[in-house]
């Protein structure tokens, strides 16, 4: 029998590397796309008409009901939300609706129409926010420091709560800073990567950076998606603690990336005021103990090699993007 899975957020990171790794083993993918956008389905090109799409949106209870009800998955992957940090200060409603409130009704949806359905949650480590202890782990009490944090400790809960009152298979994989070549601009590896391969090719000269000792566990978005696979594969459900256990700041980011194209990221950085966080998460660092024990969860890609891979991604894009550019100058 072919198992059926659908994904939430299929055309985000995660959620393409996931679709990927799903069609690989035989999964028929369902995705859940909003009826009211144009969807951007750049990291699923290559794969987009192996997927069966769904029209729904997730602050609507009746509409995921129906998604749930057409692909009758055997594996629901909630990875949609609201997932910019920063946005979630000037949008803090939206941030509740979209990143909390929505994974109830994701929830809902599935007791009412799939009970039998084993849930994933996509939780964060910026839950942990002013960390309690170091390094964090399934037990370390959670002390958010912006909305998009609260929000996912509500959404962490609430499918804790919903595993313990209905007896469904959720879980929730608590997600270190996980980063690939398909990762937003709008994030700070991605900007970093971005900005490197411009002023390489000098058609930017500088980059503007907030707080430059924030301390990151940095991983790549194509070994953490395998975890979550692995987590509804249990014979119970349970909570995982996702992440390398290995810390690097943001100006050791700028280091690997600069000198990887023979440039000394001190010649281009900018400290502005405007990319400092209100309330700053200082340091995340992920015990990842339980996964690789319980689940035989391993990595694959290292610190230096994310970076590398994210700059040479950019370097081809940008060279294209900029090829494109000057075709269209001479016409």
């Not at 090109?45 to 029209?55: A, T, Y």
């Not at 990567?193 to 940095?218: F, H």
Request: aromatic residues 10%.
């Amino acid at each position: 029998m072919q198992k059926r899975a659908l994904v939430t957020g299929v055309t985000g990171q995660d959620g393409s590397y996931l679709a990927e790794f799903l069609l690989e083993k035989g999964y028929k993918v369902y995705g859940l796309r909003r009826r009211t956008s144009t969807p951007n389905y750049e990291n699923v090109e290559h794969i987009k008409d192996r997927i069966h799409w769904l029209s729904g949106d997730l602050t609507d209870l009746a509409s995921l009901i129906e998604a749930v009800k057409t692909s009758d998955p055997d594996e629901v992957y909630n990875l949609a939300a609201q997932s910019f940090v920063a946005a979630s200060w000037p949008q803090p409603l939206l941030t509740g609706q979209i990143t909390a409130l929505s994974v109830t009704n994701m929830l809902e949806a599935v007791r009412i129409m799939k009970p039998t359905a084993r849930f994933y949650q996509a939780s964060s480590s910026e839950m942990f926010g002013k960390v309690v202890e170091t390094p964090q782990k399934e037990t370390t009490p959670f002390y958010p420091r912006s909305p998009y944090g609260v929000a996912k400790v509500y959404g962490h809960w609430i499918t804790v709560n919903y595993r313990e009152s209905f007896n469904m298979f959720a879980c929730s994989g608590i997600l270190f800073n996980h980063e690939s070549p398909r990762r937003g601009l709008e994030f700070v590896t991605r900007k970093v990567t971005d900005a490197v391969a411009r002023i390489k090719l000098g058609i930017q000269s500088e980059l503007r950076m907030g707080n430059m000792d924030s301390l990151r566990d940095w991983g790549f978005a194509g070994d953490y998606i395998k975890a979550m696979w692995l987590m509804l594969q249990q014979e119970e459900a349970d909570d995982y603690v996702i992440s390398t256990g290995e810390m690097h700041t943001v100006r050791e980011l700028l280091e690997v990336a600069f000198s990887y194209v023979g440039l000394n990221y001190e010649d281009y950085v900018v400290i502005d005021p405007e990319f400092v966080r209100p309330a700053e998460v200082d340091l995340l660092l992920g015990d990842c103990t339980k996964a690789k024990e319980k689940l035989g969860w391993t990595l694959d890609v290292g610190f230096e090699q994310l970076i590398k891979m994210m700059v040479d991604e950019d370097m081809k894009r940008v060279k294209a993007e900029d090829r494109y550019n000057q075709l269209m100058l001479s016409h």
